[in-house]
């Protein structure tokens, strides 16, 4: 497997991706079966041509072929296997290479799994999947090549930045992307829909899988991104309204907006114009979130290997996609079918709000992320935005969002009465209120914010457990009657749940670090002691330690906690000598109640004779895992909704199977 | 429903979406307005162009030899673009990627007195990428060196 065997791959995938981007179409416009059926061929070709090559990468980083100038650039001999292996896609080129990757299997997933789709459809989803796809393998053949090769080969590589070689950032990008990538599959289902005039319920049902599995992933990929940003940083912080955070943020934001009203156009056949729009905006902002992170137009602490004659080529693409989708949508959006009104007071009319929140968010969050590159090109005035623009205009408009969250679940579809949801929400309101009072007078926290954020959190899971209880209609009849009732209840509704549920936990873990967090900072010398709340930590000692490919300072931090025995903690900083950097290591003591966070600084020479000092810094993080701990509850809301399709289609089988079974 | 009750409805409908689009509308400006921080060079704060009522960015270099630091981790060091040094002052700890004749990025306010009151620094994460608004602070004081990507010692430059 030499590096050209992948260059010589991704050529044949070019083609390949030109010929799934008209044949398929040409198919559908003559209604002719085969043409339509080439586009389920060459999305799988596209897979295992683009797998290829991505193994050929994967394999010159993993055996340090020196000749090839991207492991040059990133890898070096001693790094540990998993960082070669995760090194492939931490460079500029391996990342794009890893964005086509999963485009083409989301494309080969839906040529292969999805044959129960409209065959029409489904050849005009992989005929625009065919054109993204051309559009980015000829943007890494020609302007981002990960095959180049160097003459003559160095010795050793440059070796991948530190702070990437990290387990959780091993996984970050390609749940990041599979979210992207995803909503560009949901982005082509809308241009198919609309070339056809055809966005209705069958078309809502037809892409509920791939939106949730975006979303889900997407999540999950934020999530991981921010804990990583969390315990590899050294700041103690989960989230800092960065461009780069933002530009993740944004689609999900749209893509969770998108949920929602593919459920409403599924159920009730309403908001298909609207629909329409959102999956064009979700895969746009996918495409923006790619071109900020690559192209280092904003200043940004999280910019890796930026490039901005690239960036220029991404603008390019995110222009064309653009424009294409809404001239499309301009001509065809008309064509659709009027969708039906509906009462205010409705499970769609809460949606449609959530809706308009959701999109206020989103705005909110692109005004602040994009307006000092507006105003520098106008201007040139030089601005940052700062956190507390995004914590003013994202609150609000979130609580509101929060509040309204479990009313919408509980409402029933088509008309419901307003009294009648307070009324089965009694249980929760009261939930959410009691243990607000019982927090004001007891909590350690009770600031109004603090009450507030903590009722909320009660509030959406309260509302979650409250709905659970009441389809299983308590325990009357007893537990297996009971159970019974609950085995009854589809997936997509405890999806529905269990995602709000997780929603809340977000939102007490936020709260708790927002609201309670505490941090103290000194310059100590060995047994020098630092106090944190009613803890306490102590610096025993200072060691060196030599790891793989770093050689590091660590501390050994003792932290006494009232009623607690006394634990040790081991905060490093690493040096890197083949990248002549350093890196901090906080070293993170995790409990139910919330985090301890230490991290060693500096060494101070002091005046002659006396020790040498060390900066510590440490904080203390109230339910900071709840945050990552209810993201990850959230993607499960998203699988387990994702998987009543699958019982859908089992159920189906299984139901057309039985008559054919008693007829033998 | 009557016509006249479905156009009722419609107007409260546009009538709502606009309070509410207005709303989200002033929300955004208003924290706009408080939130915007402007960023500028050693040699714009020296000519006088920053308030001292306003937070801001000075971007550049750590000047080489520059960095002090006092117990409790004080640290005082000079940020220079080669033409221009702005004393700051800064308490905490320091990015990874902090070093004399790095590029830099400090943000909080000028006092009266001139000297930079910093209350965040921001490094980057790749110390090979400078930050951008360092980079270009540094080509508008004449002391952008691409081939190394590190300006020239102050005093040597002014090309």
Do not use: C
Not at chain 1, 216 to 242: P, R, V
Not at chain 1, 340 to 359: C, Q
Not at chain 2, 123 to 132: G, L, S
Request: glycine share 12%; charged share 15%.
């Amino acid at each position: 497997m030499t590096p050209e065997l992948g260059q010589f791959a991704l050529a044949l995938a070019l083609v390949v991706a030109l010929l799934q981007a008209v044949v398929p179409l040409l198919g559908a416009h003559r209604d002719d079966a085969r043409l339509m059926a080439f586009g389920d061929a060459a999305a799988q070709a596209q897979l295992a041509l683009i797998g290829t090559a991505f193994l050929t990468l994967m394999r010159a980083h993993v055996v340090s072929d020196f000749s090839v100038e991207n492991v040059v650039e990133n890898s070096h001999t001693l790094k540990p296997l998993l960082y070669k292996i995760t090194g492939v896609w931490g460079s500029h080129e391996g990342s794009m290479l890893l964005w086509v990757l999963i485009l083409a299997l989301f494309g080969g997933a839906l040529g292969t799994v999805a044959k129960g789709t409209d065959p029409m459809l489904r050849a005009r989803t992989l005929a625009v999947q065919g054109q993204i796809s051309t559009a980015f393998l000829a943007f890494i053949l020609f302007a981002a090549n990960p095959f180049t090769r160097i003459f003559p080969p160095p010795l050793e590589g440059n070796d991948l930045n530190p702070i990437l070689q990290d387990p959780g950032l091993a996984f970050h990008p390609p749940l990041l992307y599979l979210g992207y990538v995803g909503f560009s599959l949901v982005f082509a289902f809308a241009a198919a829909g609309l070339l056809a005039g055809r966005i209705d319920e069958a078309w809502a049902r037809a892409v509920r899988p791939w939106a949730l599995a975006a979303w889900s992933a997407l999540t999950l990929g934020i999530a991981l991104g921010s804990w990583w940003a969390y315990y590899e940083l050294g700041w103690g912080g989960f989230w800092f309204w960065d461009p780069v955070e933002n530009a993740s943020l944004m689609p999900w934001l749209a893509g969770t907006a998108l949920v929602h009203s593919i459920a409403v156009l599924a159920k009730r056949g309403a908001l298909a114009v609207w629909t329409a729009l959102l999956a064009i905006f979700a895969f746009a902002l996918s495409l923006i979130g790619t071109f900020l992170v690559r192209s280092g137009v904003l200043t940004s602490v999280h910019a890796f290997a930026s490039d901005p004659t690239r960036g220029l080529f991404i603008l390019g693409i995110i222009a064309l996609a653009l424009l294409g989708a809404f001239t499309l949508f301009a001509l065809r959006a008309r064509s659709l079918p009027p969708g039906r009104g509906f009462e205010p007071v409705s499970r769609e009319g809460f949606l449609l709000f959530n809706n308009l929140l959701l999109a206020a968010i989103t705005a909110t969050v692109f005004v602040g992320t994009l307006y000092p590159l507006g105003l520098e090109a106008f201007t040139g005035d030089k601005i940052s935005v700062g956190a507390p623009y995004f914590t003013r205009t994202f609150l609000p408009i979130a609580v509101l969002l929060l509040v309204l969250v479990p009313l919408g679940a509980a409402a029933s579809w088509k008309r419901s009465d307003a009294r009648d949801i307070l009324v089965s929400l009694g249980p929760a309101i009261g939930l959410a209120l009691a243990g607000a009072a019982l927090l004001a007078a007891f909590g350690p926290a009770h600031t109004a914010a603090a009450i507030a954020g903590f009722a909320m959190g009660g509030w959406l899971i309260g509302a979650s457990a409250l709905e659970l209880w009441r389809r299983a209609r308590g325990f009357s009849g007893g537990m297996g009657a009971s159970l019974g009732r609950l085995g009854a209840v589809p997936l997509a509704t405890y999806g529905m749940l269990i995602a709000h549920a997780g929603l809340g936990v977000v939102a007490l873990g936020i709260t708790g670090v927002g609201t309670g967090r505490l941090e103290a900072i000194d310059a100590l010398a060995p047994r020098g002691t630092l106090a944190l709340g009613g803890a306490t930590l102590t610096l025993e000692d200072v060691v060196s330690v030599n790891g793989p490919n770093y050689q590091a300072t660590r501390g050994i931090v003792m932290l006494a906690r009232p009623g607690e025995a006394p634990q040790t903690l081991h905060p490093e900083r690493r040096f890197f000598p083949s990248q002549k950097r350093m890196t901090t290591e906080a070293a993170i003591r995790t409990g139910p109640g919330g985090d301890t966070y230490v991290v060693l600084g500096e060494a101070q020479a002091g005046k002659a004779g006396e020790p040498v000092r060390y900066a510590l810094r440490a904080y203390r993080n109230p339910l900071a895992p709840w945050i990552w701990l209810g993201a990850a509850i959230m993607t499960l809301g998203g699988l387990l909704s994702l998987a009543e399709r699958f019982a859908a289609v089992r159920r189906a089988r299984s139901a057309t199977a039985e008559p054919l079974a008693a007829k033998s | 429903m009557t016509r006249r009750q479905r156009l009722t409805r419609r107007f409260l409908l546009v009538l709502g979406g606009l309070v509410f689009l207005s709303g989200a509308v002033a929300l955004v400006l208003g924290a706009l307005k408080s939130n915007i921080v402007y960023f500028y060079g050693p040699s714009d704060l020296a000519a006088g162009a920053a308030a001292t009522s306003h937070r801001l960015r000075l971007g550049g270099l750590v000047a080489a030899g520059s960095v002090v630091r006092s117990p409790g981790e004080a640290v005082a060091f000079d940020v220079t673009d080669g033409k221009a040094h702005v004393p700051v002052h800064y308490k905490g700890v320091l990015p990874d990627l902090f070093r004399e004749g790095q590029g830099v990025v400090a943000e909080g306010r000028l006092g009266t007195d001139g000297v930079f009151q910093a209350d965040t620094i921001l490094a980057k994460h790749d110390e090979r990428y400078m930050p951008r608004d360092v980079a270009d602070a540094l080509k508008k004081a004449g002391q952008w060196r691409p081939e190394t990507s590190t300006p020239a010692p102050a005093g040597q430059g002014g090309s």
